[in-house]
């Protein structure tokens, strides 16, 4: 009677080790099918978070561009008042020192190329000199 019991008991241990051992093999089977489902719905999510994401990005991008835009025009007129106003103030500066402007000079410089072309008419033509030894 010994051996029946101890029969009965290997017996109910294997059938027990079995049923877990199938346990454990469906859990793997649902745990793969549900991952899968899982995983398609984590790629669909990401897909739709991505394309909302650019749409977004594209719409900014616009809006930060005339806003770019806008300062660099600001900043440009500006600048152009500033590179004015100080080429007006050294010009009034060296005016003040007596310091002839560049129209001047140019003025200056084509009257003494005439009156140097007038001398140099006027001049009478020797011959050359010769040295003395």
Known sequence: MATKKKKKTTDEMRESAHQIWLAGLGALSVAE???TKLFKRLVKEGQSFEKR???RL????????DRVDDVRDKAESTLDRLGSSFDENVAATLKRLGVPSRH???RLTKRVEELT???DALRP????????K
């Open 53 to 55: 994401g650019k749409q």
């Open 104 to 106: 001047e000079i140019q």
């Open 33 to 35: 099918e549900e991952g």
């Open 125 to 132: 033509k020797s011959a050359p000199r010769t040295r003395a």
């Open 58 to 65: 594209e719409s900014m991008q616009g809006k930060v561009e």
């Open 117 to 119: 072309a007038k001398v």
